[in-house]
């Protein structure tokens, strides 16, 4: 929810002074957040800012006391999130438009380096284009898996091949492939 500036400034103001809160700015973050959602119904109905001070000041002592009390987790929660931010690599994609802006999906993903699969992963990716063959045939997520894995057919060729549009052949793959993933 998005709340006024002037809530969020006083709230900040109001937990900064805080004796609780000294040697934990790292967590100004969670307890503004937190201090915020307990006072919103408050919030949202308080025209006097004496009385609106006094109920922050009165939510945020018990919410400091709250974040304080899982201060570990959450900050282990934290760097966890930044580390897996850091660690994201992100891949250059180029792309084409038609004379309308769409975006052409004819585009070739760069191929993995050879990975040596086990024949228990074989088979696993087997039984799940199978399976969801199976549940969702008019997908043809079989067909466009042997096109494009098998045979090393390109989007528009699969797309022809199937009559369809290549979108849809490329977003079919897409979620075979989030499927297969996850298996």
């Given at each position: 929810?998005?709340?006024?500036?002037?809530?969020?400034?006083?709230?900040?103001?109001?937990?900064?002074?805080?004796?609780?809160?000294?040697?934990?700015?790292?967590?100004?973050?969670?307890?503004?957040?937190?201090?915020?959602?307990?006072?919103?119904?408050?919030?949202?109905?308080?025209?006097?800012?004496?009385?609106?001070?006094?109920?922050?000041?009165?939510?945020?002592?018990?919410?400091?006391?709250?974040?304080?009390?899982?201060?570990e987790?959450?900050?282990?929660?934290?760097?966890?999130?930044?580390?897996?931010n850091?660690?994201?690599?992100?891949?250059?994609?180029?792309?084409?438009?038609?004379?309308?802006?769409?975006?052409?999906?004819?585009?070739?993903?760069?191929?993995?380096?050879?990975?040596?699969?086990?024949?228990?992963?074989?088979?696993?990716?087997?039984?799940?284009?199978?399976?969801?063959?199976r549940?969702?045939?008019?997908?043809?997520?079989?067909?466009?898996?042997?096109?494009?894995?098998?045979?090393?057919?390109?989007?528009?060729?699969?797309?022809?091949?199937?009559?369809?549009?290549?979108?849809?052949a490329?977003k079919?793959l897409?979620e075979?492939?989030?499927?297969?993933?996850?298996?």
């Open positions: 929810m998005e709340y006024k500036r002037e809530y969020v400034e006083l709230t900040e103001n109001i937990i900064k002074t805080s004796p609780g809160f000294r040697g934990n700015e790292d967590l100004l973050d969670e307890i503004v957040g937190e201090t915020l959602k307990k006072s919103r119904s408050f919030l949202e109905c308080s025209m006097d800012t004496a009385s609106l001070e006094i109920y922050i000041k009165k939510i945020a002592g018990n919410v400091i006391v709250d974040i304080l009390k899982n201060a987790a959450i900050r282990a929660e934290k760097t966890k999130q930044t580390q897996a850091e660690a994201f690599e992100e891949m250059p994609v180029s792309y084409e438009t038609d004379e309308e802006g769409k975006i052409l999906y004819n585009f070739e993903l760069p191929a993995p380096e050879k990975a040596r699969l086990t024949e228990d992963k074989i088979n696993a990716v087997k039984e799940k284009v199978i399976e969801l063959d549940i969702n045939p008019l997908k043809n997520y079989g067909q466009i898996f042997e096109m494009r894995f098998v045979k090393e057919m390109a989007y528009p060729e699969i797309a022809k091949k199937l009559d369809m549009n290549e979108n849809e490329a079919s897409f075979l492939l989030t499927e297969i993933d996850s298996a």
